[in-house]
């Protein structure tokens, strides 16, 4: 009588059998042949609360608590071509002495997004400054390190299909003051600073949401406005409290330049020195949506400044209890 291997069981058995089995076990039939493959890692990512089908999308972190780490496992699945949406955290602790596992985190990232097909929605935490994580680049070598990786895996997701893309970066330059970031990192940086430019090739992104004093600086800044002229980007979410209002002054008439079909802008805790500033930009802009909440102020402590018209505008967002913006709603609605 011929002896009988694992594969010649009824897929049926072979579910019950590998409910029983360790999480590395599973990772590891799963590469021993396609149907394995099909069959173990099912389980596997609902052990961890992965549904590949639901609209919330799919949830990792690399670099932090090791149980989520699901990248290996998404890496070697057969049956994974597209996502709806991908979230991802890339923790790097403040105590941390080098940014070298961060950068090796986000190529592994780069490198499976790149197997994918498309992937619609992507959220990216990039060494949040929640739960002190964040990131201080010291040197020019870490800088243009980070510069060249973050740049690289943004390519990556834009040339996926992505159409909204939210990132969330607690790197900094040290010594840290965002007006003098960009300055600082021409000295910093010996060798001459290398842009990071966007892809020449269309794409699909509509939406970008940015919380990121890095960002708005050299070399990266390159990236951002090449992704607001060259793609079709209509949304636009700022959140403002890391930068100031000699930052602010500089990247906010480059968006309203770049930024040809932008008609949707958020501005979130605008800082209280910026307020001038982002009032006399704003008719720069075509806009039809225009959101912006400011950092707490007096109820009586407006800024000084003329204010825009935004005649186009048919819906405003304004936190209340906050005069200027109260202000600038009453001068839209009766010019």
């Known amino acids: 009588m011929p002896s009988a291997g ?25 590469l021993l042949c396609r149907r394995l493959n099909l069959i173990a890692l099912p389980i596997y990512f609902s052990r961890r609360n992965v549904d590949l089908e639901s609209e919330s999308g799919v949830a990792c972190t690399l670099g932090g608590l090791g149980r989520w780490d699901i990248l290996p496992a998404l890496q ?4 994974i071509q597209s996502l709806e949406h991908l979230h991802c955290s890339i923790a790097h602790h403040t105590i941390e002495p080098s940014i070298t596992p961060f950068l090796r985190h986000i190529k592994r990232l780069e490198i499976f997004i790149s197997r994918l097909s498309s992937v619609k929605k992507v959220s990216l935490h990039l060494a949040s400054h929640d739960a002190n994580w964040s990131m201080s680049l010291k040197t020019g070598n870490e800088v243009c390190a980070w510069s060249s990786h ?3 895996l943004l390519n990556c997701i834009v040339q996926r299909e992505c159409q909204y893309l939210s990132i969330t970066d607690g790197s900094y330059i040290e010594p840290y003051r965002p007006s003098l970031t960009s300055r600082f990192t021409r000295r910093l940086v010996r060798r001459p600073i290398r842009s990071m430019p966007f892809p020449s090739v269309p794409t699909h992104l509509t939406t970008l949401v940015l919380d990121s004093a890095t960002l708005l600086t050299l070399p ?5 406005l090449g992704a607001l002229r060259q793609s079709p980007v209509n949304k636009l979410a ?8 000699e930052l602010w002054g500089d990247v906010l008439p480059r968006f309203a330049t770049a930024a040809r079909c932008l008609t949707d802008l958020s501005l979130t805790e605008v800082p209280l020195d910026a307020e001038v500033v982002v009032l006399s930009v704003l008719d720069r802009f075509s806009l039809t949506d225009l959101y912006i909440s400011s950092q707490q102020r007096l109820p009586d402590d ?4 003329p204010l825009p018209a935004l005649r186009d505008v ?13 202000r600038t709603a009453i001068a839209m609605r009766y010019q």
Do not use: C
């Not at 407006?302 to 400044?305: A, C, E, F, N, T």
């Open 314 to 326: 048919a819906r405003l967002g304004i936190r209340k209890k906050q005069n200027a913006w109260l």
């Open 238 to 245: 700022l959140v403002m409290q890391r930068g100031d209002a």
């Open 220 to 224: 990266t800044i390159d990236w951002v």
């Open 6 to 30: 694992i594969l010649d069981l009824p897929t049926e058995i072979l579910l019950n059998v590998f409910g029983g089995v360790e999480d590395e076990s599973l990772y590891h039939l799963a």
């Open 76 to 79: 070697i699945s057969l049956f």
């Open 150 to 152: 973050v740049g690289n």
């Open 302 to 305: 407006s800024p000084r400044g």
